[in-house]
């Protein structure tokens, strides 16, 4: 029972480099989150989508593209890598809205961009 | 917004209480309690939902007043094992169903 997987696990970018972020969910959820969480900070929603095709801006979008093309997957994407994007980037996924269920997270995307 | 928690961090000794505390400037329709430990990822403890409900989990309980836009978080009998960082993650209703975190409170538990 895989749950919520992210690949990958770490990534070392250079500035200005691109890379896309995968998440896949197996628990047939319709919504899906990506968070960035620094020292601090707690946990910052990116992006979400409330299901497939459909994407939302959440509290720190800048800089970051979603998509959602299979229910089951939700890409973050960094079109130009900056230093400010080093983070650890969480997914999730839950039910339906107000269905009173948790999120449930992925182990996370240790991203440093030099 | 992000809610608010205190306190930001409390060491305590193996069977102490602790409390912890989320607070919002908004109306709220439920408050969700997570748990994190140091390299992993959050993992769920419990929803409170509007109405001032409590609910538990073993010796962790927690209870919602609606009126104040707070919830606490209640830790009877720490272990070892509640080490971590505590997130409470407020939800204000609308069209879409989505979380705010707090900061977090950094919970060391010693023996």
């Known amino acids: 029972n895989a749950g919520v997987t992210q690949t990958p696990k770490f990534r070392v970018l250079k500035t200005g480099q691109s890379m896309t972020l995968l998440c896949a969910q197996d628990m047939n959820h319709e919504y899906m989150y990506w968070y960035r969480q620094d020292p601090g900070m707690g946990l910052r929603l990116i992006h979400y989508s409330v299901g497939e095709g459909t994407t939302a801006k959440g509290e720190v979008p800048d800089g970051y593209n979603v998509s959602r093309l299979k229910k089951q997957n939700f890409l973050l994407g960094l079109e130009s890598a900056a230093p400010s994007q080093t983070s650890v980037y969480f997914c999730?996924?839950?039910?339906?809205?107000?269905?009173?269920?948790?999120?449930?997270f992925g182990d996370g995307t240790r991203l440093s961009i030099l | 917004q992000q809610p608010v928690q205190s306190p930001q961090a409390v060491i305590l000794r193996e069977g102490e209480d602790a409390v912890i505390n989320c607070s919002s400037s908004k109306a709220l329709y439920s408050v969700h309690w997570y748990r994190q430990k140091h390299g992993e990822a959050p993992v769920f403890l419990m929803i409170?939902?509007?109405?001032?409900e409590q609910k538990g989990h073993e010796k962790i309980s927690a209870s919602f007043n609606e009126k104040k836009q707070q919830s606490s978080l209640y830790l009877t009998a720490s272990q070892l094992s509640y080490s971590g960082t505590y997130f409470c993650g407020t939800d204000s209703g609308g069209s879409n169903y989505k979380l705010t975190f707090g900061k977090g409170t950094l919970l060391t538990v010693n023996p």
């Open positions: 999730a996924s839950s039910t339906s809205p107000r269905a009173n269920q948790p999120q449930h």
């Open positions: 409170l939902l509007k109405g001032g």
